[in-house]
């Protein structure tokens, strides 16, 4: 036993770290500020959501990253990727087992008669007792096992990345379809005053119908319209009612469509500044998932690589050995062994060379993901910061249009009562005014939109650290 602790005591400091982080060069020319021009030091605010100013909205959002089911399912996701990567880094430390056996055996010996033995037959019953410990250790010279236990932490820090990235993802769900929900309540509420709107207006013209004033062709036109605006109400109420029902599933709740939505839409709030392109790679959580695992592949073929020198190992027991049971714990009966072996790959048909490529080719897939990942970030706040713009200046002609549109209906609602102006006129008046309404919530709700997608395209409330979070070097296998 004293021979094989001190071995112990060496081999014990043995330990994995993930690979450093070291985002690969984008052989793409990336521009020092946005196209838009903007600029600035993007916000790392966790709560981003609460830049809207809606009190349902926070607690909605509190709810779905408490509750959702999604979200619980990556958690679990991360808790796997630790136990593979404590799996990977056991080979690291020495295999350790307390062996303790008992025998009993019978032996018959058959010689030349003996007086007093019978018929020439000796028999010879024994006891043996055993108690050990055995050690047998791989000495990972070449960093094989070593390169292995990395790339599982390398996994578990893009599983890690993956989780926040759920939880970015799920809010601007929650975020989104909250703002959708709310303007279909308010597409519905539009539709149940033009419904009623028309309802006047077609008793206005069966009115001069039944005076004589006006033909029958107009009265089935104006009841036509009125049906047409129903058809429109019951498809507003069916999307406001299939809108609830996703939320509520996100939420984690039955989706009962039960969901009273908010009355009416939040204000946009300021302008976030974008910060610059090359800060993109450090916040988001997908750009950081991607480089964690082009690092676990590099450490994969390292480690495909090394399974082409030889393999040495020790192994080890010691303990007692005695016929009788209580000299177990005596030190005189003590026994020890201590070996060792080297073995080196001759011929295995191209296994591990074939490993080595195959592990070549993964990391080659991982490097051309990883640049797709970043290009795509890119145009993701490109797309959303254009947007900007382009959506506030749809919403002001927009604001105009519907302003014209009103005066204009109501005034050619006056004028057909008066019998100034006909009925194509004033139908042809109800319906771009309900349009350009229409048109005007939806807009409202887009630019909403697309400032929760503005959010997400920069990392949303992913928290950056020194360097690039989840991605520390001193993450070893006892922390697992």
């Known amino acids: 036993m004293r021979t094989v602790l001190p071995i112990l005591s060496l081999l014990l400091a043995a330990c994995a770290a993930a690979p450093k982080v070291k985002p690969p060069e984008v052989n793409v020319k990336v521009p020092a500020g946005w196209s838009t021009g903007q600029a600035g030091v993007a916000p790392a605010d966790t709560l981003w959501w609460h830049t809207f100013k809606d009190e349902n909205l926070k607690g909605l959002v509190a709810e779905a990253l408490e509750r959702n089911h999604n979200l619980q399912a990556s958690a679990a996701r991360v808790r796997a990727a630790a136990a593979r990567a404590r799996i990977a880094g056991a080979p690291l430390y020495p295999d350790a087992g307390g062996r303790a056996g008992a025998s009993r055996r019978k032996q018959n010996f058959i010689g030349l008669p003996i007086p007093g033995s019978g018929n020439g037959v000796l028999t010879s019953t024994s006891s043996s007792f055993g108690l050990s410990l055995d050690v047998s250790w791989e000495l990972d010279l070449w960093n094989r096992l070593g390169a292995g236990a990395s790339a599982a932490l390398a996994d578990v820090q893009a599983a890690r990345a993956d989780h926040r990235g759920a939880r970015l993802s799920l809010a601007g769900q929650t975020v989104k379809t909250w703002f959708a929900a709310v303007e279909a309540r308010r597409q519905v509420d539009l539709s149940e005053a033009t419904v009623e709107n028309l309802k006047t207006s077609s008793e206005v013209v069966r009115e001069r119908y039944r005076r004589g004033l006006r033909h029958a062709l107009d009265l089935r036109r104006a009841l036509s319209d009125l049906a047409g605006s129903e058809a429109v109400l019951q498809q507003r109420r069916l999307i406001l009612d299939g809108t ?63 399974a082409l020198y030889p393999r040495i ?22 026994v020890w062994n201590l070996a060792g072996n080297i073995l080196q790959p001759l011929f295995q048909g191209g296994r591990i060379r074939g490993g080595i490529q195959l592990a070549a080719s993964q990391s080659e897939q991982a490097v051309s993901a990883y640049v797709q990942s970043v290009l795509s970030a890119y145009a993701e706040v490109e797309t959303a910061l254009a947007a900007e713009s382009l959506l506030a200046k749809r919403q002001e002609a927009l604001e105009t ?44 709700r887009q630019r909403l939109e697309n400032r929760v997608n503005l959010h997400l395209a920069l990392g949303g409330g992913f928290e950056r650290t020194d360097g690039m979070a989840l991605a520390t070097s001193t993450t070893q296998t006892e922390g697992l």
């Open 313 to 334: 190992s020790l192994t080890g027991s010691a303990g007692t050995s005695s016929r009788d049971l209580e000299n177990l714990l005596d030190g005189d009966f003590s």
């Open 244 to 306: 609830r029902r996703q939320l509520e599933v996100l939420l984690g709740r039955y989706p009962a469509a039960a969901l009273s939505p908010g009355m009416n839409l939040p204000k946009l709030p300021e302008a976030i500044p974008a910060g610059l392109p090359a800060d993109l790679v450090s916040r988001r959580p997908d750009l950081m998932a991607a480089e964690r695992r082009l690092a676990a592949s590099n450490a994969r073929y390292t480690q495909a690589r090394r």
């Open 401 to 444: 249009a519907t302003e014209q549109a009103l005066a204009a209906r109501r005034l050619a609602e006056d004028r057909y009562a008066g019998g100034l102006v006909d009925l194509n006129t004033m139908l042809d008046a109800q319906r771009g005014a309900y349009a350009s309404e229409s048109q005007l919530i939806a807009v409202r």
